[in-house]
Nanobody, 121 residues
Framework: VQLQASGGGRVQPGDSLTLSCAAS????????IGWFRQAPGQEREFVAL????????YYGQSVKGRFIISRDNAKNTVYLRMNSLKPEDTAVYSC???????????????WGQGTQVTVSS
């Protein structure tokens, strides 16, 4: 199982950015893919998750209404569309795969390398 996050970059406040998480895995109908972020000196924070089979989603409070998680099962890819970005969204964003519909990082067994998102004017 491999995961690769991409799409990070430097943007200005109010801009949008889309991250991608490409996976190479056997098709597990119960798989859940989550996005997490970690800023320097801070704990890892839950951002969003999606169940691959049903598309059911769940968001962290700090991004709810601004970020949208989606998936393309044919491409084994999960996306995170980030709108109305704020400086406090600056962090390394990582995707992970697990089997439980759970926002806790400990529920995820496989992690990909992160991608840096910087929001600054």
């Amino acid at each position: 199982v491999q995961l690769q996050a991409s799409g990070g970059g430097r943007v200005q406040p109010g801009d949008s950015l889309t991250l991608s998480c490409a996976a190479s895995w056997r098709t597990y109908s119960s798989s859940v893919i989550g996005w997490f972020r970690q800023a320097p000196g801070q704990e890892r924070e839950f951002v969003a998750l999606i169940r691959r089979s049903s598309g059911t989603t769940y968001y962290g409070q700090s991004v709810k209404g601004r970020f949208i998680i989606s998936r393309d099962n044919a491409k084994n890819t999960v996306y995170l569309r980030m709108n109305s970005l704020k400086p406090e969204d600056t962090a390394v964003y990582s995707c992970a795969i697990g089997s439980s519909f759970d926002s806790s990082p400990s529920a995820y067994q496989t992690w990909g390398q992160g991608t840096q998102v910087t929001v600054s004017s």
